[in-house]
């Protein structure tokens, strides 16, 4: 029935001059989403507006669940077109398409027309009383509320008109593109692509990386994370993933470092790397999926400690929220499932029993000299051998 889509969307609207620059970048990420699906579509800008049109045979659905993963759309309106403008012809298009579209009539309604075309013989009042009076002759059992209607149908007469009354609700934030670059810490739990999504939606794009201990850790831990970047590159767009070998670090810290703060040091390893190359790939901040107080790595103390090593902004944006809410995210972009395989992450082979929750940041650093003699190199080397995958969705 449709083929046409209009596209809404709230925050860029409010960018003054730079509101073109989110309109294309929004723009360029709806054409993204399209490529997934099957078919072919235009994607145009007119009139402050942003129109989806599908030119060929297409699947609505599909194109209905990738839009959905358009950052910056706030709804999708499947809508009509109808090219000959006279009253007599829009109100018999619009009675067709509202008997098709609700085919249980007792139903109430508000008409909210919009003449952006100023030399149409109707202004928008006239038009909102005669079709709401063409409707209630056709559907006896309607009713006008215009306080509180079940149905609302917009009609906005332009070159074309315009028709629609659903409004799909879209993911909201802003396109990505919009807002700089960010490297992402992304292990195979639930938190990190739940902290990948929600920086992502407010328009920044990511890179990430990812810590892998072979052969403590499996090459099958090592798809699960590149099967969860894929996952949120549905809605982030390409990500370059760094996949780092760790293992030679971690035996260090292991044989050198007390155990009770083996996961301390190692965390501030991880940030010191991820910098590095977030630095080297442009990127302005860091994300993780930390959260407060979840385990003892992430007590007020341990994320002091973790932080110290870093100089740039570290994003948290799962830090104030509980595990079931960060569950509700994961299960709603659709990473759960595969965070909750059991694959270990090499965070979770070189647990102490105990460790530290209060680390004190001067014995910290203390111990991390032991590591002086190899840690360059180690470190070097670890960054020399990365290697990089580029994870996208494939149509
Ligand atoms: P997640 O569910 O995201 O794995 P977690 O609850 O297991 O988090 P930790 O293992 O303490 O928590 O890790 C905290 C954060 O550190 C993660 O959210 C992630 O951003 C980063 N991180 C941990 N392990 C790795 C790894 N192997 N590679 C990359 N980043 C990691
Ligand atoms: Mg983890």
């Known amino acids: 029935m449709y083929s046409s889509f209009l596209i809404k969307y709230a925050e860029i609207g409010i960018k003054g001059k730079n509101r073109y620059l989110f309109e294309n970048a929004l723009v360029q990420q709806i054409k993204y989403a399209c490529k997934r699906c099957e078919g072919d579509f235009e994607v145009r800008k007119a009139e402050g507006r942003i129109y989806v049109d599908a030119v060929s045979d297409f699947d609505y659905d599909e194109l209905i669940d990738n839009l959905k993963t ?97 409004i799909i609700p879209g993911p909201g934030g802003m396109p990505v593109g919009t807002n700089g670059k960010a490297m992402l810490l992304l292990s195979g739990g639930i938190d990190s692509p739940v902290a990948g999504y929600m920086i992502s939606k407010r328009g920044v794009k990511i890179d990430a990386v990812y810590f892998h201990a072979p052969p403590y850790t499996s090459d099958r831990a090592k798809q699960k994370v590149i099967d969860l970047a894929r996952q949120v590159s549905k809605y982030s767009g390409p990500i370059y993933l760094h996949v780092i070998n760790f293992t030679d670090i971690q035996l260090a810290i292991y044989e050198k470092c007390p155990h009770d703060e083996l996961t301390i040091i190692m965390r501030r390893y991880m940030m010191r790397i991820a910098q590095s190359i977030a630095e080297e790939t442009e990127c302005l901040g860091l994300i993780t999926g930390e959260s407060i107080g979840q385990v003892a790595s992430q007590t007020m103390h341990s994320l002091a400690c973790t932080n110290e090593v870093c100089t740039m902004p570290v994003y948290r944006p799962c830090i104030g929220m509980d595990k079931q809410e960060i569950i509700s995210i994961s299960e709603k972009i659709g990473t759960y499932e595969t965070s909750i395989l059991p694959f270990e992450d090499c965070c979770t082979i070189f647990v102490a029993k105990h460790p530290v929750t209060k680390p004190n940041l001067s014995i910290i650093k203390r111990h991390e000299h032991n590591l002086d003699e190899v840690i360059d190199d180690l470190v070097k080397t670890a960054l020399d051998t990365k290697e990089t995958i580029i994870v996208k969705i494939e149509k």
């Open 70 to 166: 358009v950052f910056g759309i706030s709804g999708i309106c499947p809508m009509i077109q109808i090219e000959d403008n006279s009253f007599d012809n829009l109100c018999s298009v619009i009675v067709d398409y509202f008997d098709r579209e609700y085919p249980d009539k007792n139903k109430t309604f508000k008409v909210f027309a919009r003449r952006s075309r100023k030399s149409y013989p109707k202004n928008s009042m006239e038009l909102n009383a005669d079709i709401g009076e063409v409707l209630l002759n056709a559907f006896p059992e309607l009713k006008v509320d215009v306080h509180d209607p079940d149905i609302c149908l917009y009609v906005e007469v332009r070159e074309k008109t315009y028709v629609y009354s659903q």
